[in-house]
């Protein structure tokens, strides 16, 4: 089998409403979507988390032409410099680009061999992995701590929701310390609540407000602060875990800080990389789990590397509820009782749904590139949150 040509769609998955979080106002996010076609006829899958690697993939594309795609070391050395040296270049971003056509590489993997990711994987230790609920401050929605509790009570009442992750971003540490306490009050002393910042906070006020919101058993907070560092000194004077997007391992196990990665596969370099980066983890005491925000094709690899790593404990990211489109049949995914079941088809076990990657396809080209920067306060301007 060999690889006959790439195509990569860049396409927008919006949001019912667009949440406010610490770079401005967030209507959705926008995707590339790869397929990697084959010369018996298979076709893999894979999904870009951001559209500026877009001619980067197409270049890899087209190195990539002629290849065998089960041969995933040969791909990558065609694509990539030696990896100790990848973050130590003028543009990094190909190890996204390339950990991207990776996931697409392991979906063809898996069609050809007939079997289900998680069994090229080892097998499933869970049928069904968990993922948060969201809140969010959101426009034309909740926009007050009394509204976000409802919003939570309500997704426990239609969905059996019992794990919550938000962010509750407007720059004031009281709104923040009032909505927690309420969503406690409102949910009870059982269901899990943990908190994203996007590193919005400075040092003092970050202790002051765990300070004030430990008695509420948070599970986690995720970038409290703007560095490691930062997180350091906060631990001194808080119990609460952290997270972190920035997966830097070395400086999480010196510092003692974050306790848990929160990252896509695609920017850890692909699966395979992403396994050993987990293993890693496992063997350090550092917690992992995946981040929200992508379409169906990326959560299937999700579904398949959680199912299939025990370290992977902790329930990841989703925004599934929100999304208002997907680009695989039958998606969005949407999960019960706070799980969403593992794919049981060969590779990823999704299909693309053609009319809608068409449909979301035209809305990246009507309108451009989702744009997270946006300040609802000030048009045309990005968003500046007073530094307390």
């Known amino acids: 089998m060999r690889i006959t040509r790439l195509k990569v769609t860049p396409v927008n998955i919006p949001l019912e409403a667009p949440l406010l979080w610490s770079g401005g ?25 951001s559209v500026d690697v877009l001619a980067t993939v197409q270049r890899m594309g087209e190195l990539l032409e002629g290849m065998v795609p089960l041969d995933i070391a040969a791909c990558e050395q065609r694509c990539l410099p030696p990896w100790q040296i990848v973050q130590n270049t003028d543009d990094a971003s190909v190890a996204k680009a390339f950990g991207a056509i990776e996931i697409g590489l392991w979906d063809l993997r898996g069609k050809a061999w007939g079997q289900p990711l998680h069994l090229l994987l080892g097998g499933k230790v869970r049928d069904a992995v968990p993922f948060t609920e969201y809140f969010a401050f959101r426009e034309g929605r909740e926009t007050g701590p009394e509204a976000v509790a409802e919003h939570c009570l309500a997704m426990r009442e239609a969905h059996g929701s019992t794990l919550f992750e938000g962010k509750l971003i407007q720059g004031d540490p ?189 809305h990246f080209v009507d309108h451009g590139p989702l744009d997270h920067f946006h300040d609802p306060a000030a048009p045309g301007r990005m968003r500046r949150l007073p530094l307390r």
């Open 25 to 49: 106002l967030y209507p959705g996010t926008s995707k590339l979507i790869i397929e990697i076609f084959t010369d018996q006829g298979l076709v893999g899958l894979g999904e870009a988390p």
């Open 174 to 362: 009281l709104l923040e310390i009032r909505t927690v306490r309420l969503l406690r009050q409102a949910l009870g002393p059982e269901p899990t609540i943990r908190l994203d910042s996007n590193m919005q906070w400075s040092l003092p006020t970050a202790i002051r407000i765990l300070r004030e919101i430990e008695p509420y058993d948070v599970r986690n907070y995720e970038d409290p602060v703007a560095t490691f560092e930062e997180m350091a000194a906060l631990r001194r004077h808080s119990s609460i875990r952290f997270s972190s997007h920035v997966p830097d391992l070395r400086r999480a196990v010196a510092l003692g800080t974050p306790d848990a990665i929160v990252v896509n596969f695609a920017v850890l370099g692909g699966i395979g990389r992403a396994i050993r980066f987990i293993g890693a983890c496992e063997a350090m005491g550092v917690d992992f789990w995946c981040y929200s925000g992508d379409t169906g094709v990326c959560t299937a690899a999700y579904l398949h590397v959680s199912a299939a790593m025990p370290w992977i404990r902790e329930p990841s990211q989703s925004l599934f509820r929100w999304q208002v489109g997907d680009v695989i049949e039958g998606g969005p995914f949407r999960q019960k009782n706070d799980v969403v079941p593992v794919p049981d088809g060969p590779g990823l076990g999704v299909c693309l749904d053609h009319e809608a990657l068409a449909c979301w396809h035209r």
